[in-house]
């Protein structure tokens, strides 16, 4: 039986061990997240929590500050999402909705980690259900936990979620994941700590390296969520997430480029 012939059921599992739906598979879905031709990159620091993401727009005669991949979820949880962005956004709604839900029934803002493991169980009933399709789009959320500290979590359409000191998605995923690696363990062996600034510094060494490009400010997006006493900007203030706007982005890739 060919590979197309398992899609069609949903309980039979391909010679391969696959699992996939009709139509529409999980496996399918992640192909799309690649497709979608950007890459972002999330790095948790001591106090800062990062992500820096591509932005490309298509047509000269689209307004470039209705193209973004960043979302703020909660005052001190924002995400990045890759992939689709047709599902993106829905993501978000949903990922917002269940957000101000545990702020109404509890009282206090929701966890980054409850949050991740929220939406990941829910990712995951869409992979078992023949009505419904998997969404084709990876989520990293960044923010603070009172215990713990900075946090990056990252889900994927089947319903898997984990935290990272440091990771990637999109097109350039493998070869992100390799230079962070190489990174971290050069860190690990200095006993190299990240601050604000080398948090925001490496993701973007990380991003012009596997793309291979010296960026222009207005072809990324950052997003941090930082309680350094070394973020000023009023917007910022408690660990509050925030999307940096085209100047600041401009003197951070300045600061960089000097540094190399």
Sequence with gaps: MSRSSYDRYLTVFSPEGRLTLPFSSSEYAFKAISGAGITAIAIRGKD???????RKVPDKLLDPETITHLFQITPTIGCVMTGLIADARAQVQRTRSEAASFRYKYGYEITPEALAKRMANINQVYTQRAGMRPLGIS???????DETGPQVFKLDPAG??????????????TEATNY???RWKTMEADKTTLDRAGAIELAIETLSSV???????????IGISSTSSDEKHPDGAGGRFRQM???ERGDWLVRVGEKD
């Design 245 to 247: 706007n085209e100047e």
């Design 139 to 145: 989520m990293i959320l960044i923010g603070p936990d």
């Design 160 to 173: 898997y979620f984990t935290g990272y000191k440091a990771t990637a998605s999109g097109q350039k995923q």
């Design 180 to 182: 962070l690696e190489k």
């Design 48 to 54: 800062t929590s990062v992500v820096i993401t591509q």
């Design 211 to 221: 793309c291979a490009t010296d960026f222009k400010a207005s072809e990324i997006e």
